[in-house]
T-cell receptor, first 112, second 114 residues
Framework: QKEVEQNSGPLSVPEGAIASLNCTYSDRGSQSFFWYRQYSGKSPELIMFIYSNGDKEDGRFTAQLNKASQYVSLLIRDSQPSDSATYLCAVNGSSNTGKLIFGQGTTLQVKP | DAGITQSPRHKVTETGTPVTLRCHQTENHRYMYWYRQDPGHGLRLIHYSYGVKDTDKGEVSDGYSVSRSKTEDFLLTLESATSSQTSVYFC?????????????FGPGTRLTVL
């Protein structure tokens, strides 16, 4: 069973700090990696994706990918209370079917 | 926002009754997916479709069937609902147009089976 693992949290950070969310995956052939944000009672919304080793920045968000270590992370700089949500990591796997495998999600709490 | 709607948004039903959930998209995307989300399990794929009349099973397909007779509609049917199927159901779409397999989600349907 191909897996995607995340620490469920909650991860608590003060307002203005950097929040670091981590994800590991088991399928070494995975090509694309996604971060979704899900507010309580809402549907997941895409924050960003990454498919090359290294960093990808989009505003306050930076995704980091290390395929050798099978590790992907999301950094949120200058965290705001509005960032409080559950963050889902998703991996496409190596089957090329378009299916995504999701982690259980990490709950982030940003305290004012 | 991707043009995805789900109906109904909330439903309470009795054990043993059939239930059909509808996902409708206006994006003309080829791929559509049904997930369920439960505490402690995250999002799990039930069934997906890669074109009209083309569907396949996901990891938790037992007790569910799907149909796709038009590009825009993907139906999920619980033939005989059980309490274990109480969950939040999300539909997602993807065009897989040569880029990453980004999926966009509908608003969800909260189903309670009594």
């Amino acid at each position: 069973q191909k897996e995607v693992e995340q620490n469920s949290g909650p991860l608590s950070v003060p307002e203005g700090a950097i929040a670091s969310l981590n994800c590991t995956y088991s399928d070494r052939g995975s090509q694309s990696f996604f971060w979704y944000r899900q507010y309580s009672g809402k549907s997941p919304e895409l924050i960003m994706f990454i498919y090359s080793n290294g960093d990808k920045e989009d505003g306050r968000f930076t995704a980091q990918l290390n395929k050798a270590s099978q590790y992907v992370s999301l950094l949120i700089r200058d965290s705001q209370p509005s960032d409080s949500a559950t963050y889902l990591c998703a991996v496409n796997g190596s089957s090329n079917t378009g299916k995504l495998i999701f982690g259980q999600g990490t709950t982030l709490q940003v305290k004012p | 926002d991707a043009g995805i709607t789900q109906s109904p948004r909330h439903k309470v039903t009795e054990t043993g009754t059939p239930v059909t959930l509808r996902c409708h998209q206006t994006e003309n995307h080829r791929y559509m997916y049904w997930y369920r989300q439960d505490p402690g399990h995250g999002l799990r794929l039930i069934h997906y479709s890669y074109g009209v009349k083309d569907t396949d099973k996901g990891e938790v397909s037992d007790g569910y069937s799907v149909s796709r007779s038009k590009t825009e509609d993907f139906l999920l049917t619980l033939e005989s609902a059980t309490s274990s199927q109480t969950s939040v159901y999300f539909c997602a779409i993807s065009d897989r147009g040569g880029g990453p397999d980004t999926q966009y989600f509908g608003p969800g349907t909260r189903l309670t089976v009594l």
